[in-house]
């Protein structure tokens, strides 16, 4: 009778297919928690961009009183003042943000004669922009 030598385990490498299984929910579990944390950061940083751009209004609105003693009604005429990132729009009473797949609008409200400044949102976060 011939006798043929048997292959120990201990010297085979790789991994079973449980390892594997397990790192692939291991790493599933990592995405479903990143992805929606990776979304609340965009849209925070759509917020911040449109803030940004709400400050540049300010400024070119402020530039337009002092050339011309009052406000402009039309914030649209205001719009080659102002430096926007992609996705910003600025429109005749305000600024449209698209990111993430949704639009945030924020309007802006000024007094010609005070020059007071509002500002008034649907931001991420669901709060006005009245402390821009």
Known sequence: MQSFPRKSLRNKRGFTLIELLVVIVIIGILAAVAFPIYQNFMKNAADADAKGALASLRSAEALYYAQYGTYTKDIGTLAGMVQTQGGITVGANGISVTAGGATYNYTITAD???????????GAMGTSCSNW
């Open 112 to 122: 010609s004669t005070s020059g007071l400044v509002s500002c008034t949102g649907n």
